[in-house]
C-alpha cells in the first residue's frame, strides 16, 4: 500500500491533456406526486439545477480532482451551453483557455429531469458533425503544442467530431517522435492503431463491438474477454488493455497473454454516470506517476468505486483515494473472528478460495496469481506467515518486510479479500477453520507433491495449482537488488 500511496503522491507533479468530447451534465431536480393530464408522465416540480463537465470535460475534472495540472482540448459552440461548461470547468480547477469556440456550433449537452432521485427522462442535444477547414488546422496546432507540454495524454473519443482522422493522424505522429503516456477511451478504437497507445479502455459493450461479437445474457463477460486477449492488442495497437466491466471489476490484458483482474462492490447502475471517465483519469495518472500496470488497473478501479457510490456526475480527489486506500477491514485477527467470518460467507453460499505464502516482496507473478485464484470462487483468503514462520523457513535475514507491511500490500489488492497470519510452517490449522472450497497455490508444486492436499480433500474441498510467471520470483528480486549494489 505504501507504494500505493506514493504513485498517488505522485500524480501533483503531473502536466496532463485531456483532448476529445467535452459536453454539459445538467441535473434538474424536483419531486412528482402527480400525473399530467394530457398523458400518464409524471408531472415534476423543478426545485433546483446541478450543473457537471460530461465526457471528456468529467474525464478532465476528475485528472484535476486527484491532483495534476489539467488542460482541456476541445471544441465547444459559442453558446449559453459553452459559458455553462466552462464555468463548471473553471470551479474544477481545469484550464480552459485551449477550448476552441465556434459560433453556429452548438455545445454538447445532456439535460437529465431527476424526481427523488428517479430519472424521468434525458434530453441530449449539441453539434456532433466533424470539425474541419481552419478549426480543425488551430485545433492540430494545439494539440502539437499541448502534446510536448505533456507527461500524459488522455483521449475521450465519444465520436461526436473532435478527434477527426487528421487529428489522430497528428497524434499519432507526436507519439512516434516524442512518445508520451497515452491512454485511450474511444467507442473507435482501431482508428488508434496507428498511435500505438500505452493503453487503451473499453468498456464491455464497445469490446464486443471490437471483437465482432453479440452480447448474450449467459455469456461469462470475464472469460469471453480474457479468450479473445491477442484480438484487442491486433485491433487497436495498444502496449496493454483495460477492459471495465462495471460491477464485475476490470480486466488488466498482457501482451504476453496474462491478465490481472480488479474486483468492484455493486451500485445501482444508476450511479454509474461518468464512472468510466473516472477510471481512465485515474489510470493515466498512475501509469504517468510510474506506477505499473497492476497499480494503476487497482487504483482506477478503486477512484470508480468512489463514484459509483454518489449521485449525478462527480468526481474522485486524491483524498477521497487516499482514504478508500488506507482503509482497514481486509485483516482478520485471531481464530474467532475467523470463524464469524467464514460462516457469514457459509450462510449467504459464497464459494472461499484459501491461499497461503509468505508474500515478502510482492512482484508481477504474485499478482497475477492472486487474481487467477480469486477467479476460482467468490472469496479469496489469504493466510499470511508471520515474521517467525518466514525466517524458520527462508533463514535469518528474511523476511525484508514485516507482517503488517506485508498484509497491508496485499490488503491494496482488490481481488484479495481477507488475510490471516499463521505462525506455523505449514497453514494446516488455518485450512482446519475455514475448510476451503478450492486451496490454491502457485509455484512448483504438484497435485501429489502438495502438503496440504491430503487435508484438503478430506475436508471436501480441491486443490488447484496455479503456475507462477516464468523468472518471477522474490528471490530472484532480492538478487536483483543485491547485485546492482554491490
Known amino acids: 500500500m505504501r507504494d500505493t500511496l506514493e504513485v498517488v503522491a505522485g500524480f501533483s507533479r503531473l502536466h496532463v491533456l485531456v483532448i476529445g468530447d467535452a459536453m454539459l451534465d445538467s441535473y434538474l431536480l424536483g419531486r412528482s406526486t402527480r400525473l399530467s393530464r394530457e398523458a400518464p408522465a409524471p408531472i ?39 459559458d455553462r461548461l466552462i464555468s463548471c470547468l473553471a470551479r474544477d480547477g481545469v484550464r480552459t483557455d485551449q477550448a476552441i469556440r465556434i459560433r453556429g456550433r452548438s455545445t454538447l449537452a445532456k439535460q437529465r429531469v431527476v424526481a427523488e432521485p428517479q430519472l424521468i427522462v434525458r434530453f ?76 487503451v479502455k473499453p468498456n464491455f459493450d464497445e469490446a464486443l463491438v471490437l471483437l465482432g461479437l453479440s452480447r448474450t445474457a449467459e455469456a461469462d463477460r470475464a472469460r469471453l474477454v480474457i479468450e ?41 447502475h444508476a450511479r454509474a454516470a461518468g464512472a468510466g471517465d473516472t477510471f481512465v483519469a485515474t489510470l493515466a495518472l498512475a501509469l504517468a506517476a510510474g506506477g505499473t500496470p497492476t497499480v494503476a488497473a487497482e487504483l482506477a478501479s478503486a477512484a470508480s468505486g468512489v463514484v459509483v457510490q454518489r449521485d449525478g456526475t462527480t468526481t474522485c480527489d486524491a483524498d477521497d483515494l487516499c482514504a478508500v486506500l488506507a482503509g482497514d477491514g481486509k485483516i482478520v485477527v485471531g481464530e474467532d473472528e475467523l470463524r464469524a467470518v467464514v460462516n457469514a460467507y457459509r450462510h449467504a453460499g459464497r464459494r472461499i478460495v484459501l491461499t497461503s505464502g509468505c508474500f515478502d516482496i510482492v512482484h508481477r507473478g504474485h499478482v497475477t496469481y492472486l487474481s487467477q485464484a480469486k477467479a476460482l470462487g467468490d472469496v479469496l483468503i489469504v493466510a499470511l506467515n508471520s515474521d517467525d514462520s518466514v525466517r524458520r523457513l527462508k533463514g535469518p535475514e ?59 480433500e478430506a475436508l471436501g474441498g480441491a486443490v488447484s495449482i496455479l503456475p507462477y510467471i516464468d523468472g518471477a520470483s522474490t528471490s530472484r528480486v532480492i538478487e536483483l537488488i543485491r547485485s546492482r549494489t554491490t
Not at 475521450?156 to 497515452?182: F, N
Open 44 to 82: 415534476v416540480d423543478i426545485t433546483s439545477r446541478v450543473d457537471a463537465g460530461g465526457g471528456a470535460a468529467n474525464t478532465a475534472a476528475n485528472v484535476s480532482a486527484l491532483g495534476a495540472t489539467t488542460t482541456l482540448l476541445t471544441v465547444l459552440g459559442d453558446d449559453e451551453d459553452g
Open 124 to 199: 441530449d442535444q449539441g453539434t456532433t458533425q466533424p470539425v474541419e477547414g481552419a478549426d480543425e488546422a488551430e485545433l492540430i496546432a494545439r494539440l502539437r503544442r499541448l502534446f510536448l507540454a505533456s507527461d500524459a495524454v488522455v483521449v475521450s473519443d465519444y465520436g461526436y467530431g473532435v478527434l477527426t482522422p487528421r487529428v489522430v493522424a497528428a497524434l499519432a505522429e507526436l507519439q512516434r517522435s516524442a512518445p508520451r503516456t497515452v491512454v485511450v477511451d474511444a467507442k473507435d478504437l482501431p482508428k488508434y492503431r496507428d498511435v500505438n497507445p500505452t493503453m
Open 228 to 268: 479473445h486477449a491477442p484480438v484487442f492488442f491486433e485491433r487497436t495497437g495498444a502496449c496493454r488493455v483495460a477492459v471495465t466491466l462495471d460491477s464485475d471489476g476490470a480486466l488488466l490484458l498482457e501482451p504476453d497473454g496474462t491478465w490481472y483482474r480488479t474486483y468492484a462492490a455493486a451500485a445501482p
Open 398 to 456: 528474511r523476511p525484508l518486510n514485516t507482517f503488517e507491511d506485508r498484509a497491508r500490500v496485499l490488503e491494496g489488492l482488490s481481488c484479495v479479500d481477507h488475510v490471516v497470519v499463521f505462525g506455523e510452517d505449514t497453514p494446516e490449522e488455518v485450512i482446519r477453520l475455514i475448510g476451503p472450497d478450492v486451496f490454491a497455490k502457485g509455484g512448483d508444486y504438484t497435485h501429489d507433491t502438495l502438503p496440504e492436499t491430503a487435508l484438503v
